[in-house]
């Protein structure tokens, strides 16, 4: 995980009560870092197939409905964004997982995902 790459192994837990697909990706290692992430729809959540097949070759994954993709959350002011730069792709076979960054500049750190009103 950037920023934090001296710790690799983590859990991954979907959040009770929540009304969408959000998940925790907690560290096992430091009980302190944790990530509010959501698994990304190839397509429909911003990252086009062509990208997602991509990625999962140059990490070694054959097919990528054998990946999850997940984004990041971040919530600030009013807004919940989405990083769809780096996002963490799941080997689901094999249980490993990356951080890639994504080269091509249509994808931002905080893509909108929800606004709330006042």
């Keep these: ?29 430091v009980a302190e870092i944790s990530f509010i992430v ?4 190839i397509d429909a959540d911003g990252i ?17 409905q054998e990946a999850t993709f997940f984004g990041i959350l971040s919530m600030k ?10 996002p963490i792709i799941l080997d689901c076979k094999n249980q490993l997982a990356w951080q890639v960054v994504m080269s091509d500049n249509k994808y931002c750190v905080e893509h909108s995902l929800l606004k709330m009103s006042d």
């Design 1 to 29: 995980m950037l920023g934090v790459e001296e710790f690799n192994i983590y859990g991954l837990r979907k959040l009770q009560n929540a009304n969408m697909n959000y998940m925790l990706l907690q560290s096992l290692e």
């Design 38 to 41: 959501m698994p990304l729809i």
């Design 48 to 64: 086009n197939l062509k990208d997602a097949t991509e990625i999962c070759n140059q990490i070694g994954i054959k097919n990528h």
């Design 77 to 86: 002011s009013k807004e919940i964004t989405i990083n769809l730069k780096a």
